[in-house]
Every structure is written in C-alpha cells, then in structure tokens.
C-alpha cells in the first residue's frame, strides 16, 4: 500500500476517533482535580501548611478555563451545575472561602474528585457500542495500518519490524474515566 493511502487512512481513524469520543468537560475536569489531588500529597507538611502559591496559581488557572465566557457558550449546563459550588470551594480568587491550609484544599479536591467520579459514573454508560457511535469504524476495514504516534524519530531502526498495526475495531469502546479509577 503506498503511503498516501496510508495517510489517507490514518486521516480518516484518527478523524472519527476523535470527533466521536471526545472527553466531556465533567472528564477533563475531574482529571485536573485528580493531578492537582495527586500535587498536594506529594508536599510534605500537608497538615498545617499553607496552600502554596504554585498551587494557588493552578487552581486560578484552572477556573478561568473551565468557567471561561468559552465554555459557558460551549457547555452551558456543565457550568450551570459545577461553577458557583466549584469556585466557592476551589477558586484563590474566593478569599472568604477558599482553603487555608494544605490538608483543608486536600479534602476539598477530594470531594470534589468524589463529585465528579460519581457524575461521570452515572451519567455516561461504561461501554458503548460501536455500531451505534461510529459507522465508519464499525465498518471499517483495516489493510496495514500502523498505530499513529509510535515513532519518535525518523531513524529506521531494527525495530521497526515490530510495529503496531491497527487489526480491528472491537464492538465495544471502554469509557476513558475508567482509566482515573484506582
């Protein structure tokens, strides 16, 4: 197969994947709120120390992303149901409210980890099917076609001989929120 119907093909896989199984903004926030969980644990006095700056600067940042005027246009009932209780909580900008000390932003990213697990849990099924979300890739049919984004150079090595090639499609397609569940 020559190379522009390789490209050709990826084009399309790549095209559908990632127009039919875009994370939901409850999914990408609930992954922030799990690296930033992730950050305050590896401070070592997370008891009585105060909310670091750095931490302070994060979580700024990550209200005015998802909270932006871009989002309330794009996701109108995700900030309808998470911004005012989400930056009471978490925003630095909230001076009245916001934590105070380490361990008191560490159990509120953990209730909010704990929120937004269980909305994505229940909200969106654990499996879809595939003949039902994408009917190019349910009918696809793949001839040599190389999993994108496996090389990180352009050197042929010995290697090369043990690349991966996409064989099929599975009917089912696992949620990607199960991937954060420990």
Known sequence: MDYYNRTFISQILL???GSRFVTLPEE???????ALLHRCYKYPTATTAEVPQSLKKELSGVCRACFSADAVNKHVDFVREYKQDFERDLDPESTATFPSTLSQLTERLKH????????????????LKLEEESKVLRDF??????????YFTDQVTASDFFFQK????NVCVCAPYNILQY
């Open 15 to 17: 095209t559908e994947i």
């Open 141 to 150: 049919h793949v001839i040599d076609v190389e999993v994108p984004g496996q």
């Open 28 to 34: 990408r926030l609930l992954a922030v709120v799990n």
């Open 112 to 127: 909010w980890k704990n929120v937004l697990q269980s909305n994505v849990e229940d909200r969106f099924p654990a499996v």
């Open 166 to 169: 996409c064989q099929n499609f």
